[in-house]
């Protein structure tokens, strides 16, 4: 066997990952992901380990410990093996195709993604975490290294028609996923019912346990809602909002999501948040706020808002946010950073009984449901009963009640803020600051908090000072050579747009286009009408990454193809551009086939749909200086499904290139605002009660 302690087993030392970085402590011999892995794997006759995984997650620290960190484990892998390990955040895009082929051949997906390749890359046999001995359903990872290795070496084309077999499978699949067809209203009906059929009418959200936040199908149900949808439309969008800011699954106390929960009811979270959890669902929060007023979920914006300045103001002073925070601290904690004893709150509270009481009964401590299965004194916080369930309960008055839970969340932070933090990975990813910016200009609009605005705007313009010589947006922040991704493109030209109808400044306009045309220059498929995930033509180090892959499902972000889509015929409202409109709809005419039943899997897509089967409204207010500031800020602050905002200064409005029914209808009186909804405008206003009014959806029947 090889020896553990030779200095190939610092191959990662010098990545930037700090996921890659922990792995360069560990006793195999890891590479990074790379042409030299594969041709060792070649030259050796070897089949490759890939370990798949995160800073954040807690599954990979367990392995990590169990496995990796193990000497005896190390020196198996570093005989058998030729072991990569790859941060699925640095690199999503190989991430996703053996996420597929995993799940393909089992049925799971997840990370750690533990998966067993031919040294040209070809996946023959995966899985996700597995323990050190027999047990939870699972052979222990030793036994599953000594038997696949068995199988290359001695049943050779048994592993290479496993293959074969996969990667048929997996062009069948992806063939599937992109067919064209025609754009219809029954796409959005039809996702609306497959979301009522999954619908959890007891907890809200959607299916059983585990449950994960879907910001993409809660933006199709406001939409479907709003534009006149049966009631039951709102009840679920609503009801899964306002079950999730309830849930242990959003952080009581210092505010934002975690990832996902363990069970139904949204209390038992995993503990990890993510800038793609977050930026997503604050964006769906101020929205949802603007259009039912339901104070809760502004609430949820705030908190959001807040916990990102909390966590790293300095990264949002200078253009930035966190990619995540771990789950844990280590592999044997399990969330005791997030969760409480009741004797921990007693003392967090100076021993006062009475507002411990208070809080206990508020964030359930006496709750079953609340407490950790590996030690059920501990409980994550969630609202198991509100303030005026807690005042009767106590006979105490509301008002005395707020004052207690406000003044117990202020102690309780700053008793947290003393324990071990969960590590924060301040990695610049450019998608996800573009995704985490867009909520906070989207938070901004509708609930008109300036250092929101400040912040999104600051990222925004640290990703245009960022861009590579071909005007694209390096994966990394700050690092030109770390890759081209669709999600970082589109993401940025969604963040432009928020950030241009949010200060009307032509600057960020103008980069939209720019940014919208690198995507059509960098990520056009050749052969159908999608984008790639990866421009076509990268480097191929690996057989899986020469396939094409259009992403159109939400998994774990917003799917590139169906972000770019809506952007795109956003960007057509707001210049009067019939390419870019044509450019949108044939975007989402190369998926419209296979988009009914990819459903609610798809949401970004089909919201995008939305904008070419119903008709958009767009406001154009013009006015000299500030005269229509009043105006703007209306329009800004209401909420409706396809609704774009311009601001014309009263002495330039034909220098605007408008649709050509609106711009025959503007002159230059001002201020006034011109709204039309498709073809169809409204007369002239002047106020903004006349404006509200005019912005207002039709009246039910």
């Avoid at 030779?6 to 011999?29: C, D």
């Avoid at 794997?41 to 490759?48: K, Q």
């Avoid at 109808?501 to 690198?518: I, K, M, N, P, S």
């Avoid at 209401?638 to 029914?661: E, F, I, K, M, Q």
Wanted: aromatic share 8%; with cysteine.
């Amino acid at each position: 066997m090889d020896n553990i302690d030779q200095p190939r087993r610092n191959a990662l030392a010098g990545e930037p990952s700090p996921f890659l970085q922990h792995g360069a402590t560990q006793p195999v011999h890891w590479l990074p992901w790379g042409e030299a892995a594969f041709e060792r794997a070649r030259r050796e006759d070897r089949p490759v380990l890939l370990d798949s995984g995160a800073v954040w997650c807690h599954w990979c620290h367990v392995m990590d410990r169990e496995s990796y960190e193990d000497n005896e484990v190390a020196a198996l892998i570093n005989e058998l093996y030729v072991p990569i390990k790859l941060d699925r955040d640095e690199r999503p895009d190989v991430d996703a195709r053996y996420q597929r082929a995993v799940q393909l051949l089992t049925g799971q997906g997840g990370w750690p993604l533990t998966a067993f390749l031919t040294p040209d890359g070809e996946v023959f046999y995966g899985g996700t975490y597995f323990p050190p001995t027999d047990g939870m359903g699972r052979p222990a990872f030793t036994r599953v290294l000594r038997e696949v290795a068995r199988v290359w070496r001695e049943e050779r084309p048994r592993a290479l028609d496993a293959a074969r077999g996969i990667e048929e499978r997996l062009t069948t699949y992806g063939e599937s996923e992109a067919q064209a067809g025609p754009l219809t209203a029954a796409l959005l009906e039809s996702t609306a019912d497959e979301l009522a059929r999954s619908f959890d009418f007891r907890f809200g959200g959607f299916g059983d346990a585990p449950k994960f936040p879907n910001a993409g199908a809660l933006d199709v149900l406001i939409d479907e809602w709003l534009d006149g949808g049966p009631p039951w439309t709102r009840r679920m969008f609503e009801e899964t909002l306002l079950a999730m800011s309830r849930g242990g699954i959003y952080d009581q106390l210092g505010g934002g999501f975690h990832r996902y929960a363990t069970d139904a009811r949204w209390v038992i979270p995993h503990f990890e948040k993510m800038a793609y959890d977050n930026g997503p669902l604050l964006a769906t929060y101020a929205r949802a706020w603007a259009a039912t007023g339901e104070p809760r979920f502004r609430w949820v914006c705030d908190g959001i808002i807040d916990h990102y300045f909390a966590l790293a103001p300095d990264l949002l002073a200078a253009g930035g946010f966190p990619a995540s925070q771990d789950a844990d601290v280590g592999p044997d904690d399990d969330g005791d950073y997030w969760t409480w004893t009741r004797s921990e709150v007693l003392a967090a509270l100076g021993g006062d009984e009475r507002r411990t009481t208070v809080a206990v009964r508020h964030w359930g401590l006496e709750e079953a449901r609340g407490s950790m299965h590996f030690d059920p004194e501990r409980h994550v916080l969630f609202e198991a009963m509100s303030p005026a369930q807690v005042a009767d309960a106590l006979g105490m008055a509301a008002a005395d009640v707020a004052a207690e839970i406000a003044a117990a969340r202020e102690q309780l932070l700053a008793a947290r803020a003393t324990r071990p933090q969960p590590y924060v990975d301040r990695t610049q990813y450019s998608g996800w600051v573009a995704l985490l910016a867009s909520g906070f200009l989207t938070a901004a609009r509708y609930l008109a908090r300036s250092d929101a605005a400040a912040a999104g705007l600051r990222a925004v313009d640290r990703l245009l000072a960022d861009t590579r010589p071909d005007r694209s947006v390096p994966h990394r922040v700050g690092d030109p050579e770390s890759g081209e991704l669709l999600e970082d493109q589109a993401f940025l030209v969604q963040a432009l747009l928020d950030a241009f109808e949010l200060t009307q400044q032509e600057h960020y306009l103008g980069q939209a286009r720019t940014q919208a045309e690198v995507l059509q220059q960098r990520f056009a498929d050749p052969l159908t009408a999608g984008l790639r995930d990866r421009p076509p033509g990268t480097d191929v180090v690996a057989r899986p990454l020469a396939r094409a892959h259009l992403p159109i499902s939400d998994s774990p972000t917003p799917s590139g193809n169906g972000t770019a889509a809506l952007s795109l015929l956003r960007l057509a409202e707001l210049t009067g551009d019939d390419a870019t409109r044509a450019r949108g709809v044939a975007l989402l005419e190369a998926f419209a086939g296979s988009a009914e039943r990819l459903g609610s899997g798809a949401a970004t897509f089909v919201r995008a749909a939305g904008w070419v089967v119903r008709d958009p409204c767009q406001v154009v207010i013009v006015g000299r200086a500030e005269e229509g500031r009043e105006l703007l800020e209306t329009a800004l602050r209401c909420y409706r499904p396809r609704l774009t905002v311009r601001w014309l200064d009263a002495g330039n409005v034909r220098r605007a290139r408008l649709p050509s029914h609106l711009a025959a209808m503007i002159d230059a009186t001002s201020p006034r605002a011109y709204v039309c909804i498709g073809r169809s405008c409204l007369a002239p206003v002047a106020t903004a009660a006349e404006l509200r009014a005019q912005l207002q959806p039709p009246p039910r029947e």
